[in-house]
């Protein structure tokens, strides 16, 4: 019976590890929808698709691409295997800068170390050791880009981790991309501008809200969350801050005794 003991070792890097999403088959390359087909597995959406979802803040273009990536390498030896890791992970930053004309980096993140033991009945010595490299990739999304051209972005992420997938699929465990999305780099610098915006809103409430008896005021804040963002679209990042205050009446002044 085949004995696997995992390692994991604590990494440092700009990025967490991620497990890979479930295989979808599509019938389109580009796009965020899956679509349920009998064509073979080897098909499989790369994009960012269109959300309906319209509750925001504050609506952004996105400035980066974030692609997921992980190079798997099996050898006889856990430094053998690692090197291998190492080789991979270097052509893969040199295809990603030649599929996007420079646009894209690529920060490993994660180590995980897999003894393969023996066979038999008893545990034994391994007989190979798997590596796995966690990995992301940022592509730069310039001001000046349109939506064309940050589609072309896409379609040659696409076409790259396509033809990573027909590697695989020779029996080379090697390089998988998936999990691809837009985001704001620095959402921070957006804080300012969202705080005004709820502050609008929350004038706005009061004068409708309030009466000359019981005028409304603001009471109280609890200090700022972090800003949330989630993607709308290619070209679309909502962003919104959780903010926590109470609005009501200010107390009567005490009546002063005569």
Same mark, same amino acid.
């Given at each position: 019976? %085949? ?9 440092? /890097? ?14 389109? &390359? ?34 980066? &691409?974030?692609?997921?990536? %992980?190079?798997? =390498? ?7 295997? @690692? ?26 993140? /994660? ?6 033991? /023996? ?25 000046? &880009?349109?939506?064309? =051209? %940050? ?5 040659? &992420? ?44 929350? %004038? ?29 679209? @290619? ?24």
């Amino acid at each position: 019976m %085949r004995l696997t003991a995992i390692l994991s070792l604590l990494c440092v /890097g700009a990025c967490a590890a991620s497990q890979p999403e479930p295989y979808r088959p599509s019938l389109s &390359l580009g796009s965020g929808y899956a679509t349920a087909s009998s064509e073979p597995a080897h098909f499989a959406a790369t994009g960012v698709g269109m959300s309906r979802e319209l509750e925001a803040g504050l609506v952004v273009r996105p400035d980066a &691409l974030i692609m997921d990536a %992980r190079v798997e =390498k099996e050898a006889p030896t856990a430094a053998q295997a @690692l090197a291998l890791a190492q080789i991979t992970t270097t052509e893969l930053a040199a295809r990603l800068q030649q599929a996007t004309s420079g646009a894209a980096t690529f920060t490993p993140c /994660g180590t995980k170390v897999t003894p393969v033991g /023996g066979r038999g009945k008893v545990a034994g010595p391994s007989e190979a050791f798997d590596v796995t490299i966690e990995g992301r990739i940022e592509v730069a999304l310039a001001p000046e &880009l349109d939506y064309w =051209k %940050r589609s072309a972005l896409v379609a040659a &992420l696409a076409e790259l981790a396509d033809r990573y997938r027909a590697d695989k699929a020779a029996a080379d465990k090697s390089v998988l991309l998936h999990n691809t999305r837009v985001v704001v780099k620095n959402p921070e610098t957006y804080r300012g501008k969202l705080t005004e915006i709820w502050v609008q809103r929350a %004038r706005a409430f009061a004068a409708a809200a309030q009466t000359h008896e019981a005028p409304l005021v603001l009471l109280d804040c609890a200090p700022p969350g972090d800003i949330a963002q989630k993607e709308r679209s @290619l070209e679309e990042v909502a962003l919104s801050l959780s903010v926590s205050c109470r609005l009501g009446s200010p107390k009567a002044a005490p009546a002063v005794a005569r």
